[in-house]
């Protein structure tokens, strides 16, 4: 069996256990104060040309998220995110376990525009109801599309001109940025949103991400909130290491790149069988509409989540490739799937 489930079934690149193993019996200061820490959040910033944001090594996710979005809202505010958004469908109520409400936009490819936010601002108008103040999005989104740079600055015009915070949520950042549809840098990120994460756990770290917070008045005293939401790690050592070895060349950007080129083998294939898609896609999550029965001849060789049903015949799969995806896994995939066809 091989898996297209998610980008996350391995372990880590192997630079990066050397790394950890070269430097194991060395003793460093906890906490993220390490030197390893602090030279990777450098590292980072001459990466976005952005001396001046504060960058906090985190564990997941899901604890970025409801760690940054506790903290920068008051009790009475609540975020705005779309239908499918993470925060909203896959956190187990993280974010509502803080206090504070998910506001959810109906939308068709995952993004977020002015258009649906100003909806939400016009539906809480007074103190009777939650007061929208951040936008959370993900680039790509949950369904693989990603936002090109005048969407991005679309979405930042809006928010400073209605006082929002726009927070990105990077957990496959690095598939985005190499996408070929893709036309935002690394460095575009700090001018156009108030914070967002480098994601490593997704594109060749064992565990990690990057929190990068563009805006002073939101970093103030954050690392208490990493604390009292047991996101400082003692061994602060673990992450710096990792986000050392992703930047210190173009590591984060290559295993990217060859997880979307995997995923654009297996796009290619299937669209040169006739299959259509759920959603387009120029990162590495593909979501290609099957019959059912050849979804369970392939799940014979293969492990992948049926996304959606959409018919009585006929259901939406995601495939799911990563840094590590073998060609040949890929390529066998290929085969399989031509032969299937012709049965």
């Keep these: 069996m091989y898996s297209f489930k998610d980008d996350y079934s391995e372990g880590a690149h192997p630079r990066i256990l050397n790394a950890l193993i070269e430097t194991n019996l060395k003793q460093v200061t906890g906490y993220g104060e390490d030197e390893y820490s602090l030279e990777a959040i450098q590292l980072i910033k001459r990466k976005m040309n952005s001396p001046q944001v504060h960058v906090h090594l ?10 940054v979005i506790s903290a920068f809202l008051r009790p009475h505010e609540a975020a705005v995110a779309a239908n499918s958004g993470h ?17 959810a936009c109906e939308v068709k490819d995952g993004k977020l525009t002015p258009e649906d936010i100003h909806a ?13 103040k951040l936008v959370y999005i993900s680039n790509p989104t949950e369904i693989g599309s990603i936002y090109i740079k ?35 840098e690394l460095s575009d990120l700090p001018r156009l949103v108030d914070a967002f994460y480098i994601g490593g756990t997704k594109n060749g770290a064992l565990l990690g991400e990057a929190l990068v917070i563009c805006r002073d008045s939101l970093n103030e005293d954050f690392r208490y909130h990493i604390k009292q939401k047991g996101g ?17 060349d173009n590591l984060y950007f290559e295993l990217a790149k060859h997880a979307n080129e995997m995923a654009g083998l297996l796009k290619t294939e299937l669209e040169r069988a006739g299959f259509g898609f759920f959603t387009h896609s120029p990162s590495n999550q593909i979501f290609p509409i099957l ?9 014979e060789n293969y492990e992948f989540y049926t996304w959606a049903k959409m018919d009585d015949t006929h259901s939406a799969i995601r495939l799911v490739t990563s840094w590590a995806t073998e060609k040949e896994a890929v390529l066998g995939f290929c085969q399989d799937l031509q032969n299937y066809c012709k049965d």
């Design 232 to 248: 400082l790690l003692a061994k602060g050592r673990v992450l710096g290491l990792q986000f050392l070895e992703l930047f210190k």
């Design 120 to 132: 939400v601002l016009e539906a809480h108008t007074d103190e009777h109801m939650v007061k929208p």
């Design 58 to 67: 985190m564990c997941g996710g899901t604890q970025t998220n409801l760690t």
């Design 291 to 299: 019959p059912d029965k050849l979804i369970a001849k392939l799940r």
């Design 87 to 103: 925060i909203l469908v896959h956190e187990t109520g993280a974010i509502e376990g803080t206090g504070h409400k998910v506001l």
């Design 150 to 184: 005048s969407e991005l600055e679309a979405l930042s015009r809006f928010c400073q001109e209605n006082k929002l915070f726009l927070y990105v949520d990077g957990a496959r950042l690095g598939s985005a940025l190499c996408s070929d549809e893709n036309d935002l």
